[in-house]
T-cell receptor, first 116, second 110 residues
């Protein structure tokens, strides 16, 4: 079946511009996560959606970052007024859910963002 | 809060050497534990998992045992190959909280 897809795969933007990154989770997965991975570093949690519950935004680094998700489908991560330190690979993952049982996450290929 | 600690990399081994990558965790309750692998230029993939104490996860010759008494989930492989060169991430999941370690880069030389 189809995995998690992300678009675009690469994005080069000028400092100060806004960018929008898209994630299509696996059908039926109620949980969706966004992470940031800077070059040579680990995963930095950004935001988590679970069904219709309020998202966990505790990882967003500043108010320039926001994300939306429509129901249990597509999610978009928006970065306003991009800065060079925003350059990274942005990873999206989805899972069947969360709660008492812990489900593994399935990752998309990522969007490589370069801010010049 | 929950956290995962991994051994510092990079780790460089010769082909057919024995591999251990240490992982310890701090968590409340009874988390599930995972190892993910990221091959060069690719996304993260689940390598193996264990959902309760004393469970052993295994895949592609890799193994890890969930040790609650030592809060550890060390990754092992008896004979590594050049194709195992990648970054390995230990992770835990406790309810909706999912935490990754910083990753350990493994390079296997022919």
């Amino acid at each position: 079946g189809a995995g998690v897809s992300q678009s675009p795969s690469n994005k080069v933007t000028e400092k100060g511009k806004d960018v929008e990154l898209r994630c299509d989770p696996i059908s039926g997965h109620t949980a969706l996560y966004w992470y940031r991975q800077r070059l040579g570093q680990g995963l930095e949690f950004l935001i988590y959606f679970q069904g219709n519950s309020a998202p966990d935004k505790s990882g967003l680094p500043s108010d320039r970052f926001s994300a939306e998700r429509t129901g249990e489908s597509v999610s978009t991560l928006t970065i306003q007024r991009t800065q060079q330190e925003d350059s990274a690979v942005y990873l999206c993952a989805s899972s069947f859910g969360a709660g008492v049982r812990s489900y593994e996450q399935y990752f998309g290929p990522g969007t490589r963002l370069t801010v010049t | 809060g929950n956290s995962v600690t991994q051994m510092e990399g990079p780790v460089t081994l010769s082909e057919e050497a024995f591999l251990t990558i240490n992982c310890t965790y701090t968590a409340t309750g009874y988390p599930s534990l995972f190892w993910y692998v990221q091959y060069p230029g690719e996304g993260l993939q689940l390598l193996l998992k264990a959902t309760k104490a004393d469970d052993k996860g295994s895949n592609k010759g890799f193994e890890a045992t969930y040790r609650k008494e030592t809060t550890s989930f060390h990754l092992e492989k008896g004979s590594v190959q050049v194709s195992d060169s990648a970054v390995y991430f230990c992770a835990l999941s406790s309810g909706q909280n999912f935490v990754f370690g910083p990753g350990t880069r493994l390079s296997v030389l022919p």
